[in-house]
């Protein structure tokens, strides 16, 4: 492996996303995503879905309900993803800035810049970047555990976030020709991105319960 073009190569012939939305996440491109990305921190994925599926079922799917509902409901409905105080805080308070600061999600979406994320509580770099790609659909590299992992597994370290994020980004911005060659077809880097970080978690949760 000499570069970030080598791994996605190696992790598009395992065919990890085959039942997979197109972009990986459920719901990319919805305000869904905003949630779910500070559900997630600290747990595992079937835990915050947990949480997600019962705001939807009480219709808190939406930045303005959110906004609306009362820390005591919503830290009920979030129970099941963990640090359940902490998080309802958190994503309430979240909703309530995007709509003093953008109004509404359609504006958010197109307008939100990475400072402004990492100026919100309880969003650091993985979940600003989370957001950007899947729920902003920006050409955003996500970097997280499992793709430290993975990296050190071909002898690839890095002590910072930015560092492992150019490292995947710059192999894909050139080679990109041949990406397009691999999926053939002209893909977006936001679909590459997105995919590309699928393929890491889907691979590694794969290769992490095959060495139970």
């Known amino acids: 492996m000499e570069n970030s073009f080598d791994i996605l190569k190696f992790l598009k012939e395992k065919n990890l996303l085959n039942k997979s939305p197109k972009l990986w996440w459920p719901n990319a491109g919805s305000e869904t995503i905003i949630f779910t990305s500070i559900l997630t921190q600290n747990t595992k994925w079937e835990n915050a879905q947990k949480s997600m599926d019962n ?15 009362s820390i005591e409901e919503l830290t009920i409905l979030i129970k099941p993803s963990g640090f359940k105080n902490m998080k309802a805080k958190r994503l309430k308070q979240l909703a309530i800035n995007i709509i003093e600061d953008y109004e509404d999600f359609n504006y958010f ?4 810049d990475r400072e402004w994320l990492l100026s919100q509580k309880g969003i650091g770099e993985e979940s600003a970047d989370a957001i950007l790609c899947f729920c902003c659909l920006r ?3 996500v970097i997280d555990k499992y793709t430290y992992k993975l990296l050190k ?3 690839f370290e890095f002590e910072r976030y930015e ?17 397009c060659d691999l999926y053939g077809y002209e893909i977006s880097l936001n679909e590459i991105y997105a995919r590309f970080h699928g393929k890491i978690v889907e691979y590694m949760k794969g290769t992490s319960i095959n060495s139970k």
């Open 55 to 69: 705001l939807e079922k009480n219709n808190i799917n939406n930045i303005l309900n959110m906004s609306k509902v």
């Open 109 to 112: 979406q197109e307008n939100v």
């Open 139 to 141: 050409d955003e590299m």
């Open 153 to 155: 597994e071909f002898d």
């Open 163 to 179: 560092d492992m994020k150019d490292f995947i980004m710059s192999g894909v911005n050139k080679n990109y020709n041949k990406i």
